[in-house]
């Protein structure tokens, strides 16, 4: 038992008893509403103290619902990132198979215009590493019938020619190279030159005079006379033209686009073909919209061994 001073135990005993009779008041006295006044007191007291306990409940209940779900939002985030690049991945695959059905469908597309000339398709599967050269490689040899100084063009034009055979893969001089010349002339006014590579994406075309009217655009093909190219290919449009001395500078760009080889076409003879087909043939042909991603080297129905 609490051991009160003597001084202090009768003023101790007064307040218990006020607050005693306060409390019994507190009961007994009701307000509006049948409310009793304790209930008053009770209320006025514990609400203060509620709201500051709900206040801190909810900012810690709030901060803790915001971290998991600031914590699902990142893994939602990182999810749809990852979803975004597989799904670009995907369509670049997409993108580049059909670029390929678009290339392998030109080149059925020429071999059914012109199944009189002997011709074999191959693939660009490599590229010299010297900077200063511009060779390409094939997948096909001399198992295929192929030799030195057989003309590579696209559906497009004139590419270069076979410099050297291997077994199962041939080299190919592209015309942009410095050691490259394709006997040309102009479509136009049929004036004959020599189309020479500059180890650049550009060509120059020499042995033209200078009182020959030359313009920008102006459309250059072969002329056969090299006994490689057959006559009347596509080869070069002409960018610029200045006098010289004695010949005119002629600046041309090949109209092949040789930055970007993947399937190339070898003329097995010089036969004479065109790379324009006639509209007889044009409306006659099909058209090819879906072919086969990977297609095997075909040589036309009348190609014979060179």
Do not use: C
């Not at 209940?61 to 985030?77: A, F, K, P, T, V």
């Not at 020599?194 to 093909?221: C, F, S, W």
């Amino acid at each position: 038992m609490i051991d009160f001073p003597s001084k202090q135990r009768p003023f101790t005993l007064l307040t218990i008893v006020i607050l005693l009779q306060v409390l019994l008041l507190a009961f007994q006295i009701k307000r509006e509403r049948d409310v009793r006044l304790v209930r008053v007191w009770a209320a006025e007291i514990f609400t203060p103290v509620q709201r500051v306990a709900t206040w801190i409940l909810s900012g810690v209940g709030g901060s803790w619902h915001n971290y998991i779900g600031l914590r699902h939002m990142r893994q939602e985030n990182d999810q749809l990132h990852a979803e975004v690049d597989r799904l670009q991945l995907r369509n670049r695959e997409l993108e580049s198979r059909a670029m390929e059905g678009d290339r392998l469908a030109a080149l059925l597309h020429f071999r059914d215009s012109h199944t009189d000339a002997p011709m074999l398709f191959a693939q660009v599967i490599g590229a010299s590493a010297d900077s200063t050269s511009r060779i390409v490689f094939i997948n096909h040899g001399e198992r295929d019938h192929l030799k030195r100084n057989l003309a590579v063009i696209t559906p497009d034009g004139v590419v270069g020619k076979i410099v050297e055979v291997t077994s199962n893969s041939a080299q190919v001089l592209l015309i942009t190279d410095k050691d490259s010349g394709v006997g040309a002339l102009f479509s136009e006014t049929r004036t004959q030159g020599v189309v020479k590579g500059t180890g650049e994406p550009q060509l120059r075309m020499d042995y033209v005079v200078n009182e020959e009217k030359v313009h920008a655009g102006e459309a250059i093909v072969t002329s056969g006379e090299d006994r490689i190219f057959p006559k009347d290919l596509p080869l070069a449009t002409v960018t610029a033209a200045r006098p010289g001395n004695p010949f005119q500078k002629i600046d041309v760009k090949p109209v092949a686009r040789l930055d970007r080889l993947e399937e190339v076409i070898v003329l097995l003879s010089q036969q004479d073909i065109s790379l324009k087909p006639t509209p007889d043939e044009a409306a006659s042909t099909p058209d090819v919209s879906i072919v086969p991603a990977k297609q095997p080297a075909t040589t036309a129905p009348a190609a014979s061994k060179p």
